[in-house]
């Protein structure tokens, strides 16, 4: 393949100016790892720090491929380890990105900066974060890395490792001295958006850190209300059992019973019950979980609401009852049990409602 390249771009290199074109196929060589083509082209002139229309230096070409022997070549000529890209990342970034330990770890050597940020504020320590890289975030930390850098997002390297998962990564992040409950700009944890994204084993390990298990974020919402809405049962029985409020609303008055009864995960809500979730618990509209189920048609789970108490003729700010709910979305089979169980209408005319 790269011979059949080569002639392309001789061809296409021909056409520009020396300066552009030396630049061109310095690129190129880089980008193929042609060590010898590299110094053949410096030592002719060619710029060793020229951007291309992104910015990209040679150095960050090498880095992304992983070319060690030709990052040190033009590191001996004088390319700048921190250039920047237009999009401010630095050969360091684009290295962690690749995945090219080795690379970072030259880069790292010659003095990249492993604080460098880019025009969201991400560092390479970030970036390494997502991919899970905990053999590349090693050095990094070594080199002097911030563990509790935040993002223009706001969010640090452990809000991102417990958002993908890496339960390594998390563990050596808070070895580190990573903030177990740092916040983003909205109030999110790290163990807010494990629960969030349904893993268990990187929540276990945020909580036996100290991790606060009832944060609640700029609207309101607890792990346990977002891993009762995302139906993530597993963790809904971790953070019960951490202690977990289990009657907590979000900033529109939306218990966990609430959520589970919209989502109709019998077995959260059975969960939930035996911690003493209210079954009548109204939200800033007025509505018990029994409303709602009623209004997306599960008979199981008004089944299990009305077991454990759950007022059949509650009635919401409107004057709705859960019978209304059901007879105006259609869901006859709930509303044929509700009457069973003595629910009634409110009399209202729901089509002005």
Known sequence: MRKLLAPIFIAFSMMLPACARNGTMLRAAVSQGHKEAVERLLAEGARVNAGNYDGMTPLHVAAFYGHKEVAELLLAKGAEVNARAIDSQTPLHVAATSGHKEMVELLLAQGADANARDKDGVTPL?????????????????????????????????????????????ELLLAQGAQVDAQTYNGRTPLYVAAREGHKEVAELLLSQGAQVNVQTSEGLTPLLVAVGRGFEGVVELLLA?????????????????????????GIAQLLLAKGALVNAQNNKGITPLHAVARFGRKEMAELLLARGADVNAKDREGRTPLDRATEKGNNEVATFLIQHGGRKSGKDLRTQ
């Open 126 to 170: 970030r970036i390494v974060a997502t991919s899970g890289r905990k053999d590349i975030a090693e050095p990094l930390l070594a080199r002097g890395a911030e563990v509790n850098a935040q993002g223009k997002d706001s969010a640090t390297p452990l809000h991102e490792a417990a958002r993908q998962g890496h339960w390594d990564l998390v």
């Open 242 to 266: 951490k202690g977990a409020d289990v009657n907590a609303r979000d900033k529109d008055g939306v218990t966990s019973l609430h959520w589970a009864a919209l989502t109709g995960h019998q």
